[in-house]
C-alpha cells in the first residue's frame, strides 16, 4: 500500500497550474480566461508568502503570454496538454519524488485531446519525480481526502461504466487502498447538474479538517437542493462532521442553461484560500464561512465566470506538491 496523499491543507513545495493555451477550445472566452489564471496565481503565490507557482503551457506562445502576465509570481514550463484541468491529468504526489499518475479517457470518451493522458508522466519528469502508472481510470477531482486514510467520491463518477467498466465498488475500494492509501471511502450519490465530469466531489464536498467535510447549504430554487440534501444524509450516517456553506444557486450562461457553478471548487494554499465567485448574492457569506474554517489563511474570492465556460474552476486547473519529509 503507498503512502496516502498529504490533504490540501498540509504544507506545500509548489502547485501546478493549467494556462488557457488553445484559442480553438476557448474562443472568445480565452483572453479573459488567461486573466483569471494570472489573478489565482498571483493569490497563492501571494507575493512570496505562498507555494511556487508553476504554470504550465500547452505551446511557445501561450508560455510567452503566461511569462508576460505572470512577472515573478509564476514559473512558466511549456508541455502539450489538451486543456488546463490539471486536478484531473497531472499525477497525485503521494511520497518522497513519487507521483501517482493514472488512466485518463477524457472524462468518460467525451473529450479526447492530445497530450491529456501523457501530461501526468511529463510533469513528474520535470520534477524529477517517478511516476508510478496505474492501469484503471482516475481523475484527481474524483476524490477528497482528509490526509487520514479516509476519501470522498461520488457513485456518479467513480461507479460510472464510461470509466472502469470492469471494477465494481469493491474492487474500486481495494485500488484506492493500493494506489493512494484510502482505507476508508465515504460514497456519495450524484455531483452537480450538468456537470460533464459526472460528477466530481470537488464541487459537491470538501474536507476541511480531519473528518470534516464541507456541503453547501442551497440556496432558494437551487437546482441541487436535493444532491447536497443525500451528500449530507450519507456524510452523516457514515460519521463524518458535516459543516455546511452557502451555495451560490442557480448560475445559467448564456442560453439559460444551469452551469455546474461552486464555491466548492476552492483551493487550500500554503498563505490563501481562494474561492471562485459568480456575482451571486451568497459570494459574501462563501468568504466568510471558509475564514472561520482556515483562520490562519488569507481567503480570497475571485471570479472565475470566464474559466467556468470550459467545465471548472480553481481546485480543477491546479494540482499541488506536497511538501514531504
Known sequence: ????????????????????????????????????????????????????????????????AARAMAGDAAEVVTELFGDIWLRDTAGIVTGDNVAQDFGFNGWGGKYDLEGDDTIGARLAARRQLTAVKHGWVLEGGAIDGDGTGLCVTTEQCLLNPNRNPDLDRAAIEAKLAADLGYTRVLWLGDGLANDHTDGHVDNLARFVGP??????TPAEEDPNAAIYADAVARAEAFG??????P??????????????????????????????????PNDPAAIQTLQGLFPGREIVGQRADHILTGG?????????????G
Do not use: K
Not at 463524518?240 to 456553506?245: D, G
Not at 442560453?255 to 471562485?276: H, K, L, R, T
Open 211 to 216: 473528518n470534516r467535510l464541507l456541503i453547501p
Open 1 to 64: 500500500m503507498t503512502r496516502t496523499p498529504p490533504p490540501e491543507w498540509a504544507p506545500h513545495d509548489a502547485v501546478w497550474i493549467g494556462f488557457p493555451s488553445h484559442a480553438d477550445l476557448w474562443v472568445e472566452d480565452l483572453e479573459p480566461a488567461r486573466e483569471e489564471v494570472i489573478a489565482f496565481a498571483r493569490a497563492v503565490h501571494a507575493e512570496g508568502r505562498g507555494e511556487r507557482v508553476i504554470l504550465v503551457a500547452a505551446d511557445a506562445a501561450a508560455a510567452d
Open 312 to 324: 471548472g474552476s480553481f481546485h480543477c486547473i491546479s494540482q499541488q506538491i506536497p511538501t514531504i
Open 240 to 245: 463524518v462532521e458535516v459543516v455546511r456553506m
Open 247 to 280: 451555495s451560490p444557486g442557480a448560475v445559467r450562461d448564456e442560453d439559460g442553461e444551469v452551469i455546474p457553478a461552486s464555491y466548492m471548487n476552492f483551493y487550500i494554499g500554503n498563505a490563501a484560500v481562494v474561492v471562485p465567485l459568480y456575482g451571486q
